[in-house]
């Protein structure tokens, strides 16, 4: 059995068919995965019957896992699963779906919107890689869009206009769009506006992209609205649909994204059926902007 990446979208995305995920990698398949990752920025296994464990393991693979503390509303007593495990999944300790009006739930809802993991944090993530446990019966895609591809088709005037500008990423700013806009003084602390770069180069092909999240809200020396306004324009032309890939999950389907390459968001799904999805995050490595002081 050897390694092998199939291309399965114009622009991006592999299907890696030939690994075993479930077992220790050997340094040619995990250099040949991170070298997939580099190239397509999205790859898709299928029948991967992974544990926690087996995922964790395999993640490690691309570098130390995040700290995921900060980056939502569950309370620590309310996790369902275990550290190093960020749920994806619409369902509460008691393994049913929860309650329409939780808070924990409407705070979820934000993965419905274009985003990037941990976008807002001040060193963003790296890779996520999300295994299906429980797929929805219908409904309840995943999106992907090509940021570099966005960022190719850019004129030169809009490529010079954003080279240099920095934006303000916060987990209200998401949220806030959809309409939640009351928060613990904790939470205020703990999603507090961090700055990121515009555009960013990987660190390995020197491609360059946008790098836009929902959580953006805000780019330095400029006017809310003009930034809003600017992020919306440039949103809704990296998320044409020559540059987005749709996954429909199939149980035990695990896919690895390059956060730093492209965005993605989760489709809506009926939320009374369950749905378990799994998300390990490998961590960056380093900020993508000088942060000013907390006040
Ligand atoms: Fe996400």
């Not at 999300?130 to 995943?142: D, E, F, I, K, M």
């Not at 960022?151 to 080279?163: F, Q, R």
Request: charged fraction near 25%; aromatic fraction near 8%.
């Amino acid at each position: 059995m050897s390694i092998a990446i199939r291309q399965i979208h114009p622009v991006f995305v592999g299907e890696v068919s030939g690994v075993d995920i479930s077992t220790p990698l050997s340094d040619g398949d995990a250099a040949a995965i991170e070298a997939g990752m580099d190239r397509y920025a999205v790859l898709v296994f299928h029948d991967q019957e992974l544990t926690d464990e087996q995922q964790m393991a395999f993640s490690l693979d691309f570098g130390k896992l995040e700290d995921a503390r900060g980056g939502n509303v569950t309370k620590p007593e309310d996790k369902r699963l275990p550290e190093g495990m960020n749920d994806v999944s619409n369902l509460g300790q008691d393994g049913a779906p929860l309650d329409r009006e939780s808070r924990v739930h409407l705070f979820n809802l934000g993965n419905l919107l274009w985003h990037s993991d941990s976008s807002f944090r001040v060193v963003p993530a790296k890779y996520s890689l999300l295994s299906a446990r429980v797929v929805h019966p219908a409904g309840g895609n995943t999106e992907f869009a090509d940021m570099r591809a966005a960022y190719d088709e850019l004129d030169a005037a809009a490529k010079a206009e954003v080279e240099d500008l920095i934006c303000e990423h916060s987990l209200m700013y998401s949220r806030g769009s959809l309409g939640m806009l009351d928060y613990s003084d904790e939470e205020r602390k703990n999603f507090r506006p961090v700055r990121q770069r515009l555009v960013r180069t990987h660190p390995v092909t020197g491609r360059k992209s946008l790098y836009l999240a929902s959580h953006a809200g805000a780019i330095v020396g400029m006017t809310m609205p003009e930034a809003r306004i600017l992020l919306r324009d440039l949103t809704e032309h990296a998320t044409q649909r020559k540059f987005v890939y749709a996954h429909q999950w199939r149980r035990w389907d695990l896919v690895m994204w390059d956060n730093r390459q492209v965005m993605h968001r989760g489709r809506r799904y009926d939320q009374r059926h369950p749905r378990d999805m799994r998300r390990t995050t490998v961590a960056g490595d380093a900020p993508t902007a000088v942060q000013v002081e907390a006040a």
